[in-house]
């Protein structure tokens, strides 16, 4: 099961994929927007938690979701026009780093998500209180090492691609100016 780290690290791959890497300056509100949307859909763990004190309560049910994703993608697209906080992002490339966490879940785990939600519902069985999900989150993030070492090589390949078509489109020889 991807935890945080390993959302994270799945989000990130995604926005390498999906755009141009940001400007010196912008990297760190890219980071933020890109690891607070990969593991948006886990936000009903804390909503659960904090009605019941059952974070499986409504976990994998209404927010990992394709409805979902695109509402929350598009959202956050129209808000980071206006809000200067925000780096402005693309409707699409939101939609996927949410869409990423959904997949992700889906791929890794056994439990599945209610990807067509309202036509389908599909929750976590069981109960998880506060100090498992702390546990969970804090102490068992190595286990996503796996997802970080496959994220990291596939946006080192990325990269690679990206500079090498950057090198095949300059001109070996400048012609002379006239």
């Known amino acids: 099961m991807p935890l945080p780290l390993g959302h994270t690290a799945i989000g990130l791959l995604t926005h390498e994929a999906a755009e141009a890497p940001p400007p010196a300056g912008e990297r760190l509100k890219w980071f933020l927007i890109v ?28 927010t990992h979701s394709l409805l979902f994703a695109v509402m929350a993608g598009c959202l956050i697209s129209f808000l980071s026009r206006y809000w200067r906080v925000l780096p402005t992002i693309r409707c699409r490339t939101a939609v996927a780093l949410i869409l990423s966490h959904v997949i992700a879940d889906a791929l890794f785990t056994a439990a599945p998500v209610s990807f067509l939600w309202p036509l389908e519902v599909n929750f976590s069985a069981g109960h998880s209180g506060w100090t498992d999900v702390i546990r969970c989150v804090v102490f068992e993030g190595f286990r996503d090492v796996g997802l970080v070492a496959a994220s ?15 090198a095949i489109r300059r001109p070996l020889f400048r012609s002379p100016s006239a």
């Open 35 to 62: 690891t607070i949307l990969a593991n948006l859909p886990d936000t009903d763990v804390i909503f659960g938690l904090l009605m019941n004190g059952n974070g499986s309560l409504f976990h994998r049910g209404p």
């Open 152 to 166: 990291v090589l596939l946006i080192m390949g990325i990269r690679l691609v990206r500079s090498r078509r950057h």
